[in-house]
């Protein structure tokens, strides 16, 4: 399993980017949510990574659960 790792940089403009790696799937989204609601909450730009869209074996196990 790949190390999971957040970047966060902030620019000398404030902008703030996030870059998070070794995590599958949409989780990202969750595990960051309380960091960007903490350095103001206002998106204004996302870009998912292909791992964002690679299944995570904990969500196909679920999905065959469900049917």
């Given at each position: 399993?790949?190390?999971?790792?957040?970047?966060?940089?902030i620019?000398?403009?404030?902008?703030?980017?996030?870059?998070?790696?070794?995590?599958?799937?949409?989780?990202?989204?969750?595990?960051?949510?309380?960091?960007?609601?903490?350095?103001?909450?206002?998106v204004?730009?996302?870009?998912?990574?292909?791992?964002?869209?690679?299944?995570?074996?904990?969500?196909?196990?679920?999905r065959?659960?469900?049917?």
């Amino acid at each position: 399993m790949a190390e999971e790792s957040v970047e966060v940089v902030i620019s000398a403009d404030g902008t703030v980017e996030v870059h998070v790696q070794g995590v599958s799937g949409t989780r990202c989204l969750q595990d960051t949510d309380e960091l960007v609601r903490l350095l103001g909450g206002d998106v204004q730009h996302q870009v998912l990574t292909e791992e964002a869209y690679q299944q995570n074996a904990d969500d196909e196990q679920d999905r065959l659960w469900q049917g």
